[in-house]
């Protein structure tokens, strides 16, 4: 059964702090994505990568950061956490183009 | 014009009835179609992955693909209260997947 798992389902942080959001997958996929999902807005593309220790923008790239030293793990790190940062992330990978596989999500609230 | 364009909805139908939902794209360099359900504050989950024109079935689910049109429809047969859910229809271009923003669907008891 093919897995991606994401560290954490909920996370209360406090505006300023540098928060980590963890990623992993057990598929040896080459891609994986990082994406927020707000209500009208749908899902918007942060970052990808597409090998180890290489990652491309996405539509939102402004506050973010990301880390993928290993191929099973991308990490997304939000710099310094604002309230407009609150949102549902939600990690993916695949394999050159074939179908993606999501995380369970984390809802992530900045107060 | 967006990339894709999905009709939110909400879209309410009984139980039993047929669900037809529909994907419009405008980029014809698109050549891989998914369609994913999304139960509330959970991730997607992959209901079918197709790359041809043309119908595939599972189960209750049946994905159509009309490449020559840029359409695509998600067909779900004798619909039950656990398929209220938000559905998103995506597609592969290179490495990059593009989404809709999702259908609202609720199946009435």
């Known amino acids: 059964d093919v897995k991606v798992t994401q560290s954490s389902r909920y996370l209360v942080k406090r505006t300023g702090e540098k928060v980590f959001l963890e990623c992993v997958q057990d598929m040896d996929h080459e891609n994986m994505f990082w994406y927020r999902q707000d209500p009208g807005l749908g899902l918007r593309l942060i970052y990808f990568?597409?090998?180890?220790?290489?990652?491309e923008k996405g539509d939102i790239p402004e506050g973010y950061s990301v880390s993928r030293e290993k191929k099973e793990r991308f990490s997304l790190i939000l710099e310094s956490a604002s309230t407009n940062q609150t949102s549902m992330y939600l990690c993916?990978?695949?394999?050159?183009?074939?179908?993606?596989?999501f995380g369970q999500g984390t809802r992530l609230t900045v107060v | 014009q967006k990339e894709v364009e999905q009709d939110p909805g909400p879209l309410s139908v009984p139980e039993g009835a047929i669900v037809s939902l529909n994907c419009t794209y405008s980029n014809s360099a698109f050549q891989y179609f998914m369609w994913y359900r999304q139960y509330s504050r959970k991730g997607p989950e992959l209901l079918m992955y197709t790359y041809s024109s043309g119908n595939k079935e599972d189960g209750r689910f049946t994905a159509q693909v009309d490449k020559s049109s840029k359409y695509i429809s998600l067909f779900i047969r004798d619909s039950q209260p656990s398929d209220s859910a938000t559905y998103l229809c995506a597609m592969i271009s290179d490495d990059k997947i593009i989404f809709g923003k999702g259908t609202r669907l609720h199946i009435l008891p």
């Open positions: 990568s597409y090998d180890v220790k290489m990652k």
């Open positions: 993916a990978s695949n394999t050159l183009r074939a179908e993606a596989f």
